[in-house]
């Protein structure tokens, strides 16, 4: 079983490269400054040089010669009529913010994601119908369900929308779910439950499934098939995780129907951005002494904000440390690594990513 520990997460000291998003950040503060990364063992050596070589070489826009270019958080996509192109980059999105670039993100999500769609095609379906390239899925178009379907295990978090922080203002009732009083941070659940939110571009509200119903957003089949769906995936992932000494603690899915109305799951699944993983053997221990699960997702990174500033309300943030980012791409390889069982593969660090993204499409007869 690996272990976090005191040490630096990378050698290389530069500052992070520029990001993009929609709220445009002119200046930046200057970092503030942050005890030594807690760093995760088990990344191989080369893994480790690689990354802090790639921190300068990240994917943080796309210009494909593709038609109707769309850009999200982290993803840009590209409709193509009966298909869309998605393209995962490196951005590193919280608070509804973006924050940093962190090599090897997008790579790591694309192909988490593709592996799960094909462990969990026994429950559902996903849109997936290839991967051209390590950061692109080639998509069967849906139309979207605007809700994301949130799973959660355990009572925690420190985002708006989080469990925790909603019910440590007084909400004993949340998203039509009951929690009752004396629980504590961090604490398992009795039992799974979904807390949905609406899918907004700017900020996701929480919402019940009655609310979705009656304001339109699904039928009531639709909703009972798809969270009956979203359960049994997330129960899966869990029973997945615990194979490898790992606990699912939360997670977000998105669904919608293909031209023939087959429900599917789209997006991403159990990957890093998308779901919280802790270390289970030291759980329950340092849950007893009070201190945060040892995590293996960008919670840390979240935490540090939070830490620091209001990111949600703060015009400029603090520029996220060297050491935090690339400890966040080593978490980020390492997850992929311990759930997938496959080694990660480097791409070629003298290629540019969107050339390298160009001609993989041109391949495939895509562009």
């Known amino acids: 079983m690996q272990s976090l520990m005191k040490q630096p997460a990378c050698s290389v000291q530069a500052r992070v490269g520029t990001t993009m998003g929609r709220r445009v950040l002119v200046v930046r503060a200057q970092a503030a400054s942050s005890p030594a990364v807690e760093s995760i063992s088990g990344v191989r050596p080369e893994v480790v040089e690689a990354i ?66 094909q462990q969990t095609a026994h429950i559902i379906p996903s849109a997936l119908l290839s991967l051209p390239d390590p950061n692109v899925a080639v998509m069967q178009k849906c139309k979207v369900f605007p809700v994301e379907f949130v799973c959660r295990g355990f009572m925690t978090g420190s985002t708006d929308t989080s469990l925790w922080t909603h019910y440590k203002a007084g909400a004993r009732q949340y998203c039509g779910n009951s929690f009752p009083d004396g629980m504590r941070k961090n604490d398992r659940l009795a039992a799974n439950v979904i807390t949905p939110t609406t899918k ?64 599917r799951i789209i997006d991403e699944v159990h990957t890093p951005d998308s779901s919280r993983y802790w270390l289970a ?66 791409p070629d660090l003298d290629k540019a990513i969107n050339d390298r993204i160009v001609a993989n499409l041109q391949k495939a007869g895509l562009c």
Not at 291 to 300: A, M, Q, R, S, V
């Open 52 to 117: 802090s070589a790639a921190r300068h070489n990240c994917l943080t826009a796309t210009n494909l010669p593709l038609p109707n270019r769309r850009q999200g958080k982290v993803r840009d996509t590209y409709d193509l009529g009966e298909r869309v192109v998605i393209v995962t980059t490196d951005r590193q999105s919280a608070f509804d913010r973006l924050l940093a670039s962190v090599p090897f993100k997008g790579q790591v999500l694309n192909q988490t994601a593709a592996w799960w769609f």
């Open 200 to 263: 907004a571009e700017d900020h996701d509200v929480p919402i019940s499934p009655k609310e979705i119903v009656e304001e339109g957003l699904m039928t009531q089949e639709d909703w009972d098939t798809v969270s009956a769906a979203a359960l049994k995936i997330f129960a899966f992932g869990q029973a997945e995780a615990a194979k490898r000494g790992l606990l699912l603690v939360d997670t977000k899915y998105e669904f919608g129907k293909d031209a023939e109305g087959n429900i």
């Open 281 to 346: 053997d030291t759980y329950a221990a340092r849950h007893a002494a009070g201190l945060e699960p040892e995590n293996i997702d960008k919670e840390f990174l979240r935490l540090w904000f939070r830490q620091r500033c209001d990111p949600y309300k703060d015009a400029v943030l603090p520029e996220a440390p060297a050491e935090l980012v690339c400890e966040l791409s080593k978490r980020y390889v390492y997850l992929y690594e311990r759930i997938t069982g496959q080694p990660f593969q480097l």
